[in-house]
């Protein structure tokens, strides 16, 4: 009855020890996944942040007025009213 005990208990700690070895392959698995994580969502941060920058320098009215240039439109001196006789939309 010794002998059977303590074979259980041999079997036992071995199980525990492999289970052990187990879970800790897992821990650091997963704790690579989220440094890689944690990388990427710096990345697509500083990504967000070089965006925005670009799109209030490109709403701006210099950045407006250089884009219109660029696409060959100018600056008139002179500026034209029309004045309609009749309305739009009428009922």
């Known amino acids: 009855m010794k002998a059977k005990f303590s074979l259980f208990v041999f079997f036992l700690i071995i199980l525990l020890i492999f289970a052990n070895l187990v879970a800790s392959n897992r821990l650091s698995t997963a704790g690579e996944k989220i440094e890689a994580l944690e990388v990427e969502i710096e990345r697509l941060n500083s990504e967000s ?34 004045k309609g006789e009749a309305p739009v939309a009428m009922r």
């Open 49 to 82: 942040s070089s965006m925005e920058l670009e799109i209030a320098r490109s709403g701006s009215l210099s950045g407006v007025i250089k884009r219109a240039e660029s696409f060959g439109f100018v600056h008139s001196p002179k500026v034209f009213y029309l």
